[in-house]
């Protein structure tokens, strides 16, 4: 089932957060909403079937979801996108980013490699920022450090990096999350989202 697509006000973005599992998406957001706080920015939070780690909240995190709940969402056209990632389902509500763009907020989306290819050919003028991590080896210091993955799911998220890491030519912006400097990072894609605002006034996004 599809819904009528729906038209932003002029100016709202649809910006995506992305990059590989590790690579601190979760820590640029946070900093990026204590530094800037803005009431102009709606944060969607995702929906997902993974299982939810101790530190996480549900509804601020994620949204986390049975598979059956999940595959009701994505069958009715509840979802913008929906992919498989790491053995678990991962989605973006579509009512959040209708309602954010419709009241002339940017709608910020923090979505994996797959995702956000989707919302691309989607939405064709969705800003897309690509986080990446210094090296593959801090990376991968940095998904042992966080030991919240099975050795065998470990490794695959760290297989995948290696090939999502190469799609950064999709991307409009890649932005260097250099280990320790999470304000840095954030301040980088603070001034990406100025700036496009001031490059595209008149902008309206279709989703």
């Known amino acids: 089932m599809t819904s009528a697509r729906c038209l932003g006000r002029p100016g709202a973005l649809l910006a995506i957060i992305s990059g590989p599992s590790g690579v601190g998406k979760d820590t640029i957001i946070d900093v990026l909403r204590e530094r800037h706080p803005d009431r102009a920015r709606h944060f969607v939070v995702t929906c997902t079937t993974r299982e939810r780690r101790p530190y996480e909240v549900d509804g601020q995190s994620y949204h986390f ?9 994505r069958d009715h056209g509840a979802l913008l996108e929906a992919s498989e990632v790491h053995g678990n389902w991962y989605g973006t509500p579509r009512d959040q980013v209708v309602d954010a ?9 923090k ?3 797959q995702g956000a290819r989707a919302i691309r050919q989607l939405v064709p003028d969705a800003l897309l920022i690509f986080l990446v991590p210094p090296s593959l080896g801090e990376l991968h210091e940095r998904l042992a450090a966080r030991r919240t993955e099975s050795p065998a799911e470990f490794r695959r998220r760290y297989e995948d990096a290696a090939v999502e890491l190469a ?10 999350n250099a280990t320790g400097d999470a304000a840095g990072t954030a ?21």
């Open 187 to 207: 301040e980088r894609i603070h001034m990406i989202l100025q700036q496009e605002h001031e490059r595209h006034p008149d902008r309206r996004v279709a989703v």
């Open 111 to 113: 979505i994996d490699v």
């Open 65 to 73: 979801l049975g598979a059956e709940a999940f595959a009701a969402l």
């Open 167 to 176: 799609r950064q030519e999709d991307y409009d912006h890649v932005v260097v």
């Open 101 to 109: 763009l419709a009241a002339g907020r940017d709608a910020i989306l």
